[in-house]
């Protein structure tokens, strides 16, 4: 695998990109920090680049499944080089309208990118080399997160938000130029002179990714289960904001993001090893609980340590998580229907997040981080205990690595 050209082009291209997304992560909470009190009207603020890559998830799955994906890939590159524009208007004009539409340009580029990537990924490796592809292509975004953002904790308080967001378009435009070395074996186009019937079945979109779902009870089990990091993600950056002003301490944002992301790669790095013992469905499982407990014991988040340790738990959990669930998908459904599961699987990731975006920022300024915590815990606790007992009456299992669902 690692005398694979593809492979190395993939890692140094998110390596450089994700420096640049975290980069632009903290000029947004500062800027949003500096012009909207209001947490649930920040979450609205994230609400609407998030609802744009919503809307164009049906047409991104089609066209990654019909056209090249190396050409979505850099498409969707440039798009989000080329948004960061709109952030230096909004910085000059102190304006939130073009924060908002940076943030809907750069989640409308991001539903292409992300689900071609992960179409891309089972192309240019081996199925027995796809969980470690997987884990370490997160371990390298955890790297330049925590990268990202300790830097950017720097920068912040060092030079302008106009030079935050130029080293964010350079890294951009670095994964756009590294995209044009991929080299993938894909059919350049689709015939010309189709059949009706084909033509009617491109044309339905989704409803064959629900007919794969309704096949395999693995694959809708997955959807649920991914819910449960959703509903810490989902209010991620909002939930860092509050404890860092309940502890009345601005550098616990950069310790908290670190602390999870050296624990994410930690998980990821051990994933490999634990599938060897364990099954998928225990590690899911396991994990998943994980989450759940780092939920409920964020109720102490006053106290500087608890946070830290409730961060790292959540780290491990999600660094066990999504290679398990990412390689699942991959190897679980056939390749030609990737473009559209990994769409509608982005998009159903959109969906949820908005939903506990909005619920996050309502409850921080309603009732508060504690026992907002408390809400989210138990009913991560409750999906789990729901599903343990559909699948145990029954007696579903997950699917075997060499099997493949296709309509």
């Not at 012009?35 to 744009?52: E, N, T």
């Not at 950056?237 to 550098?251: A, F, G």
């Given at each position: 695998?690692?005398?694979n ?15 640049g ?8 909470l ?6 909207v ?8 603020i994230?609400?609407?680049?998030l609802l ?7 047409l ?6 019909q056209?090249?994906k ?11 080089t ?17 924060m ?8 409308i ?11 891309v ?15 370490i ?6 790297i ?9 904790g ?17 890294a ?13 074996e894909e059919?350049t186009?689709?015939p ?8 009617s079945?491109e ?5 064959e990714?629900?007919?794969l ?9 997955l959807?649920i ?16 904001i ?20 050296i624990?994410?790669?930690?998980g ?40 830290l ?10 660094g066990?998580f999504?290679?398990?669930?990412s ?7 056939d390749?030609s229907?990737?473009g559209?599961l ?6 159903y ?5 908005q939903i ?20 989210f ?5 409750i ?16 699917i ?7 309509v």
């Amino acid at each position: 695998m690692w005398k694979n050209r593809n492979v190395w082009i993939v890692l140094f291209g998110e390596f450089g990109a994700g420096i640049g997304l975290w980069f632009g992560i903290i000029g947004n909470l500062e800027f949003m920090q500096k012009h909207v009190p209001s947490d649930f009207f920040k979450s609205l603020i994230l609400f609407f680049g998030l609802l744009a890559g919503v809307l164009v998830g049906p047409l991104s799955g089609r066209l990654i499944d019909q056209f090249s994906k190396k050409k979505i890939l850099l498409i969707s590159g440039l798009g989000r080089t080329l948004s960061v524009i709109l952030m230096f208007f909004a910085l000059k004009y102190e304006s939130i309208i073009f924060m908002v539409l940076f943030l809907i340009m750069l989640q409308i580029s991001a539903a292409f990118y992300f689900p071609a990537l992960q179409a891309v990924i089972p192309m240019i490796v081996k199925n027995e080399q796809l969980l470690t592809l997987n884990g370490i292509h997160m371990n390298i975004s955890t790297i330049s997160r925590i990268a990202g953002t300790s830097i950017g904790g720097v920068l912040v308080v060092s030079t302008s938000l106009s030079n935050m967001y130029g080293m964010s378009m350079i890294a951009y435009a670095f994964l756009f130029l590294m995209t044009f070395f991929l080299r993938i074996e894909e059919p350049t186009s689709k015939p010309i002179n189709v059949k009706k019937q084909k033509k009617s079945k491109e044309d339905k979109g989704f409803s064959e990714v629900f007919a794969l779902i309704r096949k395999s009870p693995t694959i809708l089990n997955l959807f649920i289960l991914n819910l449960i990091p959703v509903l810490f993600l989902g209010g991620f950056n909002l939930i860092v904001i509050e404890i860092s002003d309940l502890q009345h301490d601005p550098s616990i944002k950069s310790l908290i993001y670190t602390t999870e992301g050296i624990s994410f790669m930690i998980g990821a790095f051990v994933i490999k090893r634990l599938t060897k013992r364990f099954t998928n469905k225990q590690l899911l499982y396991f994990s998943t609980f994980l989450v759940a407990f780092a939920q409920l014991t964020l109720f102490f988040a006053n106290h500087h340590y608890m946070t830290l340790i409730s961060f790292a738990i959540f780290g491990f959990s999600v660094g066990c998580f999504f290679p398990v669930c990412s390689t699942v998908f991959q190897t679980s459904i056939d390749k030609s229907y990737h473009g559209r599961l990994f769409s509608f699987r982005s998009m159903y990731d959109r969906v949820t997040f908005q939903i506990v975006l909005l619920g996050t920022g309502l409850f921080l300024d309603t009732i508060g981080l504690r026992y907002m915590v408390l809400i989210f815990g138990t009913i991560s606790l409750i999906i789990l205990t729901r599903l343990l007992y559909v699948e145990k009456k029954s007696k579903t299992e997950f699917i075997n690595k060499d099997q493949k669902i296709s309509v």
